[in-house]
């Protein structure tokens, strides 16, 4: 039907023609009212972001001298927030010279990835940035 047909036919029932798929060939149009068109589309769109889940990085800090104590302290918790599904990054924090002994922050940083293996997957091998040595870990997936 053409435009003009369908616009008389919508004005004489006192709605609106409104245009729902544009890219389609012909363009599907619908005879609604188009007041009532926006509020439902307003609707899905805030249904659709209250379903969204939101990702949060957590980030647990270590020293190279970090005792065994303090150490699964943190691991805990950082299994206890990949089971929630929060993302975790793990610090490796060296002052002044401690960067000479990077192999202290990779074995504390190998040590965590194979202490919670079973609560999530590395995303982020161990990797040094200035002062840091971070490893990234996500929530396995269910």
Do not use: W
């Not at 008389?8 to 245009?19: C, F, M, N, Q």
């Not at 691991?75 to 192999?103: C, M, P, S, W, Y």
């Not at 999530?120 to 971070?134: A, S």
Request: charged share 30%; glycine share 6%; net charge positive.
């Amino acid at each position: 039907m053409s435009p003009q047909e369908a616009l008389e036919i919508a004005r004489s029932k006192g709605l609106d023609l409104v245009e729902i798929a544009p890219q389609a060939q012909p363009p599907v149009c619908r005879i609604i009212n188009f007041g009532k068109f926006q509020y439902e589309q307003k609707k899905k769109q805030k249904e659709a972001k209250a379903k969204q889940t939101y990702i949060v990085v957590k980030e647990i800090k270590f020293r190279p001298g970090t005792d065994d104590h303090d150490y699964n302290f943190k691991k805990n918790h950082a299994a206890k927030l990949l089971q929630e599904g929060d993302k975790v990054k793990a610090t490796v924090h060296f002052r002044g010279r401690e960067i000479t002994h990077k192999e202290l922050g990779i074995a504390l940083l190998n040590r965590l990835e194979q202490d919670l293996t079973p609560f999530g997957i590395v995303e982020v091998r161990p990797k040094l940035e200035g002062m840091n040595m971070f490893i990234m870990f996500g929530p396995k997936k269910k």
